[in-house]
């Protein structure tokens, strides 16, 4: 498998608005397989990473693929914002175009996956599934439970809850509150503690319960980040400049605040 006939299984996947190269190396590296310039807009694979990668089918023509796949989603990220990429590369917007990317290539059998090739992996992934990632968040939500018979206990000898979780509890008072809304919305713990934390952050519903199902299916919780951030913005278009500013608001806030504390200073000397 040649550069050529890469990137004409990148493009198999999925199309680009914008044109770009891709060449292999030639070379090894210790550090990275490959990588993506978008100022010229390359992709470049160091290819010899991967010496069995001419066979066809090969494990390791798997494993450039997956590292080709990886860089053209950084072009692709790069063309949804018109060419440019931040300084931080890696956002949850590349990791879901990414992870998108490489369920359409495994339909389309382009690509399989590196994971399910191992059955002491796949025997291994169920184990922390049920025994820790299930069984911990069923605890946070029982806990949830608890902590809100705690609630109407302190209501009802007229003490503060919040001052219940700091001084016996000693937690987050957030991740008390989180907790409760854990048990309240009813989630299900097979997704985790931390994706529990996420749904419960989502006040819709209907969004809460789609985020939910789209994690239990498979999805990875950027790309179910990055669905319901899309939804929010797509069906309020004043959402980006609300939050702009909220932050800018903000900024001039703490900059009017040490601007009086330079003109104290400044009384002083």
Same mark, same amino acid.
């Given at each position: 498998?040649?550069?050529?006939?890469?990137?004409?299984?990148?493009?198999?996947?999925?199309?680009?608005?914008?044109?770009?190269?891709?060449?292999?190396?030639?070379?090894?590296?210790?550090?990275?397989?490959?990588?993506?310039?978008?100022?010229?807009?390359?992709?470049?694979?160091?290819?010899?990473?991967?010496?069995?990668?001419?066979?066809?089918?090969?494990?390791?023509?798997?494993?450039?693929?997956?590292?080709?796949?990886?860089?053209?989603?950084?072009?692709?990220?790069?063309?949804?914002?018109?060419?440019?990429?931040?300084?931080?590369?890696?956002?949850?917007?590349?990791?879901?175009?990414?992870?998108?990317?490489?369920?359409?290539?495994?339909?389309?059998?382009?690509?399989?996956?590196?994971?399910?090739?191992?059955?002491?992996?796949? +025997?291994? &992934?169920?184990?922390?599934?049920? /025994?820790? *990632? $299930? =069984?911990?968040?069923?605890?946070?939500?029982?806990?949830?439970?608890?902590?809100?018979?705690?609630?109407?206990?302190?209501?009802?000898?007229?003490?503060?809850?919040?001052?219940?979780?700091?001084?016996?509890?000693?937690?987050?008072?957030?991740?008390?509150?989180?907790?409760?809304?854990?048990?309240?919305?009813?989630?299900?713990?097979?997704?985790?503690?931390?994706?529990?934390?996420?749904?419960?952050?989502?006040?819709?519903?209907?969004?809460?319960?789609?985020?939910?199902?789209?994690?239990?299916?498979?999805?990875?919780?950027?790309?179910?980040?990055?669905?319901?951030?899309?939804?929010?913005?797509?069906?309020?278009?004043?959402?980006?400049?609300?939050?702009?500013?909220?932050?800018? +608001?903000? &900024?001039?806030?703490?900059?009017? /605040?040490? *601007? $009086? =504390?330079?003109?104290?200073?400044?009384?002083?000397?």
């Amino acid at each position: 498998m040649n550069q050529d006939q890469v990137k004409e299984k990148l493009l198999a996947i999925e199309d680009a608005s914008m044109e770009f190269s891709l060449v292999f190396s030639g070379k090894k590296s210790g550090k990275v397989n490959g990588l993506y310039k978008p100022e010229s807009r390359e992709i470049i694979i160091h290819n010899r990473n991967f010496p069995e990668a001419g066979t066809k089918g090969s494990t390791d023509e798997n494993l450039l693929l997956y590292t080709a796949i990886h860089e053209y989603a950084h072009h692709l990220h790069a063309c949804s914002r018109g060419g440019t990429l931040s300084a931080k590369a890696h956002t949850s917007e590349f990791w879901a175009i990414f992870h998108a990317l490489l369920e359409k290539a495994e339909a389309k059998k382009i690509y399989r996956d590196v994971f399910s090739g191992s059955p002491e992996l796949s +025997e291994l &992934t169920e184990t922390i599934r049920e /025994k820790f *990632l $299930k =069984e911990n968040g069923s605890l946070v939500k029982e806990m949830g439970m608890h902590l809100l018979k705690a609630h109407e206990l302190c209501t009802g000898i007229g003490v503060r809850f919040e001052d219940y979780v700091d001084r016996c509890l000693r937690i987050p008072r957030s991740a008390a509150m989180v907790a409760i809304k854990m048990y309240e919305y009813d989630l299900k713990p097979e997704t985790g503690p931390d994706n529990m934390r996420f749904l419960a952050s989502i006040r819709d519903e209907d969004d809460r319960k789609a985020a939910e199902t789209a994690l239990i299916k498979g999805k990875s919780p950027d790309t179910v980040k990055m669905a319901i951030r899309g939804k929010a913005e797509e069906e309020d278009p004043s959402i980006k400049l609300e939050k702009e500013k909220i932050r800018l +608001e903000r &900024t001039i806030a703490n900059l009017s /605040k040490r *601007l $009086k =504390e330079v003109e104290q200073e400044l009384s002083k000397i």
